[in-house]
């Protein structure tokens, strides 16, 4: 008896160390929905005071916050649930606080974090107003240096941010963790092409604070392409980078029209046929890769079958994400543990997997050149 607990012990810790490697890593996050990456605690205390004034069943909202299988049209309404939780801007700056301290405390150094704008009369918040909330949000963050706004508006004296930033103070040679973060605009799927092209005007208006592209995405069986291709045309034509919720379904027809129209990534990439395949790489469109989020939501059917692998196996352009980390309880760090341990990669390979993401993230040539940087001198750590 005895043997066995030392034995179960022995397991625990091992998993403990090998989690933390993973956590230390540094990494990229370019596939993180704002509302997707609140923790279960922070969504229960949001919750309970609407289940005090009678907005919410509080129970029945704790049961489906904290189960964990869902399939992918639950995982909609339950999105559903969140915004109900997150209608309030107070609500919007918490969220946005907590996620990127969450990132930042395993050592994501570059964080893409995509939003929907949203519009709700009776909390007088409008698309703006929702934004403002999430850059304060940006702001409130006390436990690392956050750094989005882009170098060409910043004072030139700040150009040589290093991945540690130094202290303002001249007496302290005091350095804190960095992180970079840049924000998306999201689309959702049920809106109206001018809806669209209202948070396409949003985006530009909000470059000076971040922003650097359009995201689309939301339920996939709803809302047709024509729909978002007059905003999304307008924000390329802008400058905006574009990425886009790709093969999350079955939809031939769509899957093929999205990469003719040459998004700079696409996210998931799940349900591709052979032509699709062939389109996809001819074109070298990088693909978000949401391993967590892909199998509980049956979109793969095993982690074996897995696209990761042919794509990984052809150098693909590749960045390993989280999709929701609240809503499929992962984090960064779990997902290359699994990718580690499902595909045979090693601590190198897995670093040279998260350093080449760099290469098409949405910021400029400063911030990845810093990135570069940081990652060769991290390299010299590796065991
Ligand atoms: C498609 C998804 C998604 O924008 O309110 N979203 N859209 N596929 C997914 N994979 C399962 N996960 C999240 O964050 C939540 C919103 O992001 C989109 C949905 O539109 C969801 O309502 P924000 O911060």
Known sequence: MRHIKIKVRWREHAEAREMEGWVSMPKLELHAHLNGSISDSTLL???????????????QVEHVILKNDRSLSEVFKL???????????KSVT???????????????????????????????????????????GLRAVSSVDVAFIPYSEEEPRNISN?????????????????????????????ETTEAAMETVMLALEL????????????????????????ALKFAREQGLYITLHCGEVPNSKEIHDILDFLPQRIGHACFFEEEHWRKLKSSKIPVEICLTSNIRTLSVPTIDAHHFVDLYNEKHPLVLCTDDSGVFSTSLSNEYK??????????????????????????????????????????KNLE
Request: glycine letters at 6%; proline letters at 3%.
């Open 45 to 59: 205390e949001l919750a309970r005071p609407l289940g005090d004034h009678g907005v919410i069943d509080f129970s």
């Open 79 to 89: 999105f559903d649930l969140i915004h109900i939780l997150t209608t309030d801007h």
């Open 94 to 136: 918490r969220i946005t606080k907590e996620v990127v301290e969450d990132f930042a405390s395993e050592n994501v150094v570059y964080l893409e974090l995509r939003t929907t704008p949203k519009k709700n009369d009776s909390r007088g918040m409008s698309k703006r107003s929702y934004m403002e909330a999430v850059l304060e």
């Open 162 to 190: 290093p991945l540690h930033s130094q202290s303002n103070d001249k007496c302290c040679e005091n350095t804190r963790k960095k992180i970079f973060v840049r924000l998306l605009l999201s689309i959702d799927r049920r």
């Open 207 to 230: 470059r000076r604070f971040g922003v650097v592209g359009i995201d689309l995405s939301g339920n996939p069986v709803v809302g047709e392409w024509i729909t978002f291709l007059p």
């Open 338 to 379: 699994i990718a580690a341990s499902s595909f045979g990669l090693g601590k190198k390979e897995m670093f040279e997997l998260s350093k080449n993401a760099i290469e098409f993230i949405f910021a400029d040539n400063v911030v990845k050149k810093e990135l570069r940087n940081f990652f060769n001198s991290a390299a």
